[in-house]
């Protein structure tokens, strides 16, 4: 089984800037793509951006940064400019990118960010 495993989140004002790691763990036999989801209270999950992917969520587009050199199964997400609007739990996934669209295989359980006003 390949476990991703998020850290990063944790509690932040409005206009600061926060890190998130993710490394995925156990049979990682394979070589991942690696992206991240998230999902605020009461919405449906929604795609940020992936290593192998030029998509970015026009919610965070300008905001974001996902670095496609890390090591093997690992991926990290810079935010900055964070808005109240931006709390939610962040998901990592490993998975594949067929045509450039990523697509999850493997979740993680997720961490929180909280942008206070």
């Known amino acids: 089984q390949v476990q991703p495993v998020e850290s990063g989140g944790g509690l932040v004002q409005a206009g600061g800037s926060r890190k998130l790691s993710c490394a995925a763990s156990?049979?990682?036999?394979?070589?991942?793509?690696m992206g991240w989801f998230r999902q605020a209270p009461g919405k449906e999950r929604e795609f940020v951006g992936s290593?192998?992917?030029?998509y970015e969520a026009d919610s965070v587009k300008g905001r974001s940064t996902i670095p496609s050199d890390n090591a093997k199964n690992t991926v990290t997400l810079q935010m900055t400019g964070l808005k109240p609007e931006d709390t939610a739990v962040y998901y990592c996934?490993?998975?594949?990118?067929?045509?450039?669209?990523?697509?999850?295989?493997?979740w993680g359980q997720g961490t929180e960010v909280t942008v206070s006003s």
């Open positions: 156990g049979r990682t036999f394979s070589s991942y793509a």
């Open positions: 290593t192998g992917s030029t």
């Open positions: 996934a490993a998975g594949q990118t067929p045509r450039g669209t990523f697509r999850p295989s493997y």
